[in-house]
């Protein structure tokens, strides 16, 4: 017996006049003494964009991380050779980026690699759709629907701000399906907060400029805690004690622990971590159900490297990115 044909997906819908999207339109247009009116009927005409919140859902329960896995999808030769033009043609303002923020080139050069490809995939989106989306019907099977959710009308109204500041159309941007914008792909509220016009041109442009990218990632690390001059991680062999190793990977990404208290807990911190001034953290990535773990010690720049995306994986493709960008850089250049 064959299947019944797969029923057409409905297509999107306008939001419409809910009432939580006219009490929020209501309110900005007060606080910014907008036209009320109007930032009612462009609200009520954004789609609600089902495959945003597909998007937005977390990976099932169950599902094994894996690092190499993850890795191999940046740290390829078609974006290590878009690195090097990338870097080639930046590289004036990335030694500027370094000498004013203390950011590395290869961070900097990691972070725009890993977002969006040096520029080529910067999301499609409508960010107003996509943010209005997720402000008023965010799924609800979230595990943090509620806090996302606030999180998103923060962003909408910080986007809508952004937009009457910089001259844009609201309903033309294009972003991800989470709203990030541009070559360094910032949240609103990052770009209003962070961005820099690092070309001289007058203005902040994060879609267009590459150059104001990079001095916006750099200005964003910096005023997370960036340290000139320390590493990001080192290596480590955990203890053999289940309890202690539990007790040294429960804080996560958070630097929580020096090398003397690593060492008295059993673990062996590589000769470079026992020379390390300040707390660790203890990182543990998984490879698939089947193969060892990674395990690393983060640094208080390892964290701020995942203030940019709460991630230990993303944090450090970004840092192995830069690092073999560098490396294939200076071998073309022998």
């Given at each position: 017996?064959?299947k019944?044909?797969?029923?057409?997906?409905?297509?999107?819908?306008?939001?419409?006049?809910?009432?939580?999207?006219i009490?929020?339109?209501?309110?900005?247009?007060?606080?910014?003494?907008?036209?009320?009116?109007?930032?009612?009927?462009?609200?009520?005409?954004?789609?609600?964009?089902?495959?945003?919140?597909?998007?937005?859902?977390?990976?099932?329960?169950?599902?094994?991380?894996?690092?190499?896995?993850?890795?191999?999808?940046?740290?390829?030769?078609?974006?290590?050779?878009?690195?090097?033009?990338?870097?080639?043609?930046?590289?004036?303002?990335?030694?500027?980026?370094?000498s004013?923020?203390?950011?590395p080139?290869?961070?900097?050069?990691?972070?725009?690699?890993?977002?969006?490809?040096?520029?080529?995939?910067?999301?499609?989106?409508?960010?107003?759709?996509?943010?209005?989306?997720?402000?008023?019907?965010?799924?609800?099977?979230?595990?943090?629907?509620?806090?996302?959710?606030?999180?998103?009308?923060?962003?909408?109204?910080?986007?809508?701000?952004?937009?009457?500041?910089?001259?844009?159309?609201?309903?033309?941007?294009?972003?991800?399906?989470?709203?990030?914008?541009?070559?360094?792909?910032?949240?609103?509220?990052?770009?209003?907060?962070?961005?820099?016009?690092?070309?001289?041109?007058?203005?902040?442009?994060?879609?267009?400029?590459?150059?104001?990218?990079?001095?916006?990632?750099?200005?964003?690390?910096?005023?997370?805690?960036?340290?000139?001059?320390?590493?990001?991680?080192?290596?480590?062999?955990?203890?053999?004690?289940?309890?202690?190793?539990?007790?040294?990977?429960?804080?996560?990404?958070?630097?929580?622990?020096?090398?003397?208290?690593?060492?008295?807990?059993?673990?062996?911190?590589?000769?470079?971590?026992?020379?390390?001034?300040?707390?660790?953290?203890?990182?543990?990535?998984?490879?698939?159900?089947?193969?060892?773990?990674?395990?690393?010690?983060?640094?208080?720049?390892?964290?701020?490297?995942?203030?940019?995306?709460?991630?230990?994986y993303?944090?450090?493709?970004?840092?192995e990115?830069?690092?073999?960008?560098?490396?294939?850089?200076?071998?073309?250049?022998r």
């Amino acid at each position: 017996m064959s299947k019944p044909a797969a029923q057409p997906t409905a297509p999107p819908q306008p939001l419409g006049s809910r009432p939580a999207v006219i009490t929020f339109a209501d309110d900005l247009a007060a606080a910014q003494n907008w036209d009320a009116a109007a930032l009612r009927e462009q609200l009520s005409q954004a789609l609600d964009l089902p495959r945003v919140k597909q998007l937005i859902l977390p990976a099932a329960t169950g599902t094994a991380k894996n690092w190499t896995a993850y890795r191999d999808r940046f740290i390829e030769p078609r974006r290590l050779e878009a690195g090097v033009a990338f870097w080639n043609e930046h590289e004036a303002a990335l030694t500027r980026a370094e000498s004013q923020y203390g950011v590395p080139a290869e961070v900097i050069v990691g972070i725009i690699g890993v977002e969006t490809f040096y520029g080529r995939i910067t999301g499609g989106f409508k960010v107003l759709d996509a943010l209005a989306t997720l402000a008023f019907d965010f799924p609800a099977e979230h595990p943090r629907a509620a806090d996302r959710q606030a999180f998103f009308r923060d962003e909408l109204a910080e986007f809508l701000k952004l937009c009457r500041e910089n001259g844009l159309d609201a309903a033309d941007v294009r972003g991800s399906y989470a709203g990030a914008l541009g070559w360094p792909q910032f949240m609103p509220g990052s770009w209003r907060r962070h961005a820099v016009d690092f070309d001289g041109d007058g203005r902040v442009d994060l879609i267009a400029s590459p150059v104001d990218a990079i001095g916006s990632v750099a200005h964003y690390l910096s005023e997370y805690g960036w340290k000139p001059g320390e590493a990001t991680h080192y290596s480590v062999t955990l203890p053999a004690d289940r309890l202690q190793r539990a007790r040294l990977l429960a804080p996560d990404i958070k630097p929580t622990f020096t090398a003397a208290e690593l060492t008295t807990a059993g673990a062996q911190p590589s000769e470079a971590a026992r020379d390390h001034d300040g707390p660790m953290a203890v990182i543990e990535l998984q490879n698939g159900p089947k193969k060892p773990t990674t395990v690393l010690l983060g640094t208080q720049n390892f964290w701020v490297v995942t203030r940019y995306n709460w991630s230990a994986y993303y944090a450090l493709a970004v840092i192995e990115l830069g690092q073999a960008v560098r490396a294939r850089r200076l071998q073309a250049q022998r």
